[in-house]
T-cell receptor, first 116, second 114 residues
Framework: GAVVSQHPSWVICKSGTSVKIECRSLDFQATTMFWYRQFPKQSLMLMATSNEGSKATYEQGVEKDKFLINHASLTLSTLTVTSAHPEDSSFYICSALAAGTYNEQFFGPGTRLTVL | GEDVEQSLFLSVREGDSSVINCTYTDSSSTYLYWYKQEPGAGLQLLTY?????DMKQDQRLTVLLNKKDKHLSLRIADTQTGDSAIYFC??????????????FGRGTQLTVWP
């Protein structure tokens, strides 16, 4: 089956530093990837939609300069949290749409970010 | 915007059936999904149903869709302790500029007691 990986699975950083999270589709091509944020015991909040070769589309209220998204290839999207602060601590999950379909979305295992 | 609602908690005894309910507001929904999330993990797709179907069964899982009432349910037969997790209802539609975008409910925490 289709597999999506995320790296790192968890990260602890100091306030003010930047953190990059990778999302990879391992055995399929993904023209579209989604980035979500999940707070404890909450649902997934869509942050942005990442399309290969074009700029990401951010949801209302999500700062594009703070959460930089790059989708440079059909198998890789990255989310960089710039100048991280403790309130950015969260569980970040990506998902990937298999190319040629719009209903087959596969989720990564998530990345736990803790900002001290 | 699209709204997906779920009850937050459900507790059942091992061996009983569990029924998790979900309502949604988007009349143009095309696919409806059930995802399972275990602690500290990502989402696992359990099953999905196309909007022109009423029911779908897959082993211990039965999905019922009442499109008129915009009501979706997931029944887990012979619930096991390993089924304890958060279950998310989600829907997608052809409306909007982002194909494949999912709208999630808040999740139902299922606790199975031995």
């Amino acid at each position: 089956g289709a597999v999506v990986s995320q790296h790192p699975s968890w990260v602890i950083c100091k306030s003010g530093t930047s953190v990059k999270i990778e999302c990879r589709s391992l055995d399929f091509q993904a023209t579209t990837m989604f980035w979500y944020r999940q707070f404890p015991k909450q649902s997934l909040m869509l942050m942005a939609t990442s399309n290969e070769g074009s700029k990401a589309t951010y949801e209302q209220g999500v700062e594009k300069d703070k959460f930089l998204i790059n989708h440079a290839s059909l198998t890789l999207s990255t989310l960089t949290v710039t100048s991280a602060h403790p309130e950015d601590s969260s569980f970040y999950i990506c998902s990937a749409l298999a190319a040629g379909t719009y209903n087959e979305q596969f989720f990564g295992p998530g990345t736990r970010l803790t900002v001290l | 915007g699209e709204d997906v609602e779920q009850s937050l908690f459900l507790s059942v005894r091992e061996g009983d059936s569990s029924v998790i309910n979900c309502t949604y507001t988007d009349s143009s929904s095309t696919y409806l999904y059930w995802y399972k999330q275990e602690p500290g993990a990502g989402l696992q797709l359990l099953t999905y149903i196309f909007s022109n179907m009423d029911m779908k069964q897959d082993q211990r899982l039965t999905v019922l869709l009442n499109k008129k009432d915009k009501h979706l349910s997931l029944r887990i037969a012979d619930t096991q302790t390993g089924d304890s997790a958060i279950y998310f209802c989600a829907e997608t539609s052809d409306r909007g500029s982002t194909l494949g975008r999912l709208y999630f409910g808040r999740g139902t925490q299922l606790t199975v007691w031995p």
